[in-house]
Nanobody, 115 residues
Framework: QVQLVESGGGLVQAGGSLRLSCAAS????????MGWYRQAPGKQRELVAA???????NYADSVKGRFTISRDNAKNMVYLQMNSLKPEDTAVYYC?????????WGQGTQVTVSS
């Protein structure tokens, strides 16, 4: 079982930046994908960005060019650098660890972007 703890959320004005961090612990397998998802009120949880252990990345179209996902395998950390934030980025952001079809989730961190 993998435990995930997010940090770095908060309130920021439109156009600002935030950096989210996720610390993973527990039974972390070498072959895994880590990612960030978000869920806004009344909406389904959606993928924001994902990164393989080898560094291949995937982004939602809505965040391409503004968000950057990275990971430190030695520290079992994954990060999400969010620039040029928009009010529509407001959501709870969740860290995810995926091994095959098995998902682990963090508790989430709130990101609020004011206009």
């Amino acid at each position: 079982q993998v435990q995930l703890v997010e940090s770095g959320g908060g309130l920021v004005q439109a156009g600002g930046s935030l950096r989210l961090s996720c610390a993973a612990s527990g039974r972390i397998l070498r072959i895994n994908v880590m990612g960030w998802y978000r869920q806004a009120p009344g909406k389904q949880r959606e993928l924001v960005a994902a990164i393989t252990r080898g560094g291949s990345t995937n982004y939602a179209d809505s965040v391409k060019g503004r968000f950057t996902i990275s990971r430190d395998n030695a520290k079992n950390m994954v990060y999400l650098q969010m620039n040029s934030l928009k009010p529509e980025d407001t959501a709870v952001y969740y860290c995810n660890n995926r091994v095959g079809s098995l998902d682990s989730w963090g508790q989430g961190t709130q990101v609020t972007v004011s206009s």
